[in-house]
DNA sequence: CGCATATCCTGACTGC
DNA sequence: TGCAGTCAGGATATGC
């Protein structure tokens, strides 16, 4: 399930071969996935668009375009945006449900067999440039600088679980399930602590983990599930997986201290965690 | 406020 | 082997 280090993954691949395209032609063929506007609008906001940028905040995908009007793209679970070279060539995986053809004669392709991710063109942007359609999104670990007043704001700010903070994405935009036990792991904190308890240095600790988890996976272009749900633009496999310390482990033994990794319900989440070295 | 639950959906897995 | 049932989760809405 793509979080940030995957939709970051998948931007660089962006920024790198469809910039400056020009969109050519818009195939909807499945509604779900265009449901914030009438298809027709859509296709029509994004034909003979240019793609100028593609940015990013937390799972969210924004390539502008040279009208200024944001193209948005969520991949939720399920999503992938595949770039195929030469459309003609190549058959279409099921469960495409959006195609934009490019002026090279490549073929921008969003397939999602479980209909939850989206896309939607929007000129509409509120003071800090996103769309004004989207709820309020948290601070961006890779995106925005942050110190420790920051982080102790936001784990004094609510009182409730570390799992609970790390999966809002109006506290922290970026971070599902997986990253949020691979985090907790790394800070050596127990996903249901509590985040009022937390004291300066763990807090400090806490922060490290979530930027190197993120680094990490980011460098490892994502991790690649059994199901192979993620895949990048060009479908390939991210490799994370294999640096993967607590999430998919449970029963297994803790890479630290050999204690068999535990499972519990946190946060109406699976919470994958090491009972001795986190605390 | 915080938390649980339901919703959307399909594919992978579990258990008989 | 095959089939039915369960589980997985991102965002959002609703109820307690």
Redesign the pocket.
């Known amino acids: ?3 940030l280090p995957e939709v970051e993954t998948v931007r660089r691949d962006l920024v790198r071969h469809v910039l400056g395209r020009c969109v050519v032609t818009v195939e909807v063929t499945g509604r ?1 996935s265009v449901r914030r506007q009438d298809p027709v609008e859509f296709a029509g906001a994004l034909r003979g668009r240019t793609i100028e940028s593609v940015s990013r905040r ?3 995908l924004f390539a502008t375009l040279d009208d200024a009007a944001l193209l948005v793209v ?1 991949l ?3 999503g992938q945006l595949l770039l195929v070279p030469s459309g003609a060539s190549t058959p279409r995986e ?2 495409t449900h959006v195609v934009l053809g490019l002026d090279d004669v490549s073929e921008l392709r969003f397939v999602d ?4 991710g989206e896309l939607f063109v929007t000129s509409d942007l509120g003071p800090d440039g996103r769309p004004a359609a ?2 309020a999104l948290g601070v961006d670990p890779l995106v925005d600088p942050i110190d420790g007043r920051v982080v102790r704001e936001l784990l004094a ?5 570390l799992k ?1 903070l790390l ?1 809002d ?1 109006r506290a922290i ?1 970026g971070i ?3 990253y949020a036990d691979e985090i907790c792991f790394r800070a050596q904190l127990r996903p249901d602590r ?1 985040t009022d308890s937390i004291g300066i240095s763990a807090a400090t600790r806490l922060w490290r983990a979530v930027v190197e988890v993120l680094d990490d996976a980011v460098a490892a272009r994502g991790s690649t599930l ?3 749900r993620y895949r990048d633009l060009h479908g390939g496999h991210g490799h994370y997986q294999r640096s993967h310390a607590v ?1 998919g482990r449970a029963g297994e033994a803790c890479t630290v201290c050999g204690t068999p990794i535990e ?1 519990a ?6 919470a994958h965690y090491c009972p001795r070295c986190q605390r």
Do not use: V
């Open positions: 399930m793509p979080e779900r937390g799972k969210y969520h939720r679970m399920s099921p469960h067999p479980r209909t939850f989207l709820g700010g609510r009182r409730t679980t609970a999966l994405q935009a599902g399930n997986l509590r059994r199901d192979a999430y499972r319900r946190i946060a109406g989440r699976s």
